[in-house]
């Protein structure tokens, strides 16, 4: 299977080219902005750009893991979440109707206004912020674009080895070895899931060719921040370093409302994930299990 990664820089796109490499799948990845050896150049902005790029490869599935993930800067730039979010991967699915290529979106549940998580994918989506909205329409946009024969997986609170280290556990470790407080909020529950399950998972769906909406997560629909956080900083007690600094260390968890986010946060937006473990069981990697992170430090 010919499969192009579309954001292969970021922490999913990463990992989703590293599991079709592990499969023996013939696989390409892009980047925008940040560069990693291996990867092509393409920004989907560029349509003829886009279009070459999908002719010369001529992919069986195209997977879109890019697109702007900060919820804040989404909240104070609308039109650009929208493009980014919604009329890029619908475009970009348009196009890979004219070649037959299927179609990868992955979207999050985030999607959900969190007031009764955790939540299905049969569940009705109700956003609460400019990035929840553009993700919706990104996930309609998507599906109407390929008749409904695109695969969307919902993802939440993800995690693992990645060149940029954005992710919360890279945070945590910062913080601790440089003796910073930390402020997490106290009120938001979702699962901590590692982006090598995400993969995994994928992949999975890809090789059944399977459709439509999936919840993809790892255990602890309702784990707060301050649960996660705690788990983090129990894999970390492996180095002897960090565990003389996590003695010392002090963390401050405070309500979402005392934070004053630009954009305002669904608090309980844990994923049921039934569906996936049922077609495709996997013993999910817990988030206090930080071995990938070590091996990238």
């Not at 919706?136 to 695969?151: D, F, I, N, Q, Y």
């Not at 529950?189 to 992949?203: K, Q, R, S, V």
Request: a neutral charge; proline letters at 5%; glycine letters at 10%.
């Amino acid at each position: 299977m010919r499969v192009l990664v579309v954001g292969g820089s970021g922490l999913v796109g990463s990992h989703i080219l590293a599991e079709a490499e592990r499969r023996g799948h013939h696989v390409v990845g892009t980047y925008r902005s940040f560069v990693l050896p291996g990867l092509r150049r393409l920004d989907l902005d560029d349509e003829a750009a886009t279009a070459a790029v999908l002719q010369e490869i001529r992919p069986d599935w195209v997977v879109h893991a890019a697109g702007w993930t900060w919820v804040d800067g989404c909240e104070t730039d609308p039109a650009r979440a929208m493009r980014e979010n919604a009329a890029q991967p619908a475009r970009l699915a348009e196009l890979c109707g004219e070649i037959g290529a299927r179609f990868v979106y992955f979207s999050t549940t985030y999607v959900f206004d969190g007031t009764a998580g955790p939540y299905r994918e049969t569940d009705s989506p109700s956003p609460i912020n400019v990035y929840s909205r553009s993700k919706l329409a990104g996930e309609r946009g998507v599906l109407e674009a390929t008749r409904g024969s695109a695969l969307v997986p919902r993802i939440i609170c993800v995690w693992g080895r990645e060149a940029q280290q954005k992710n919360f556990a890279y945070q945590v470790m910062r913080a601790v070895g440089a003796g910073q407080t930390l402020k997490i909020p106290s009120d938001q529950e979702g699962n901590p899931t590692w982006a090598g399950d995400i993969a995994a998972w994928t992949l999975d769906l890809l090789e059944a060719g399977e459709c439509g909406i999936w919840h993809l997560a790892g255990e602890g629909a309702r784990m707060t921040r301050e649960g996660w956080l705690c788990a983090i900083l129990r894999g970390l007690e492996a180095d002897a370093d960090l565990a003389t600094r996590i003695s010392r260390w002090r963390y401050e968890a405070v309500p979402t409302s005392v934070l004053a986010q630009p954009a305002p946060r669904p608090l309980r937006v844990g994923a049921v994930t039934e569906r996936i473990q049922s077609q495709f069981p996997r013993v999910a990697r817990l988030p206090d299990d930080l071995s990938v992170l070590r091996q990238a430090r």
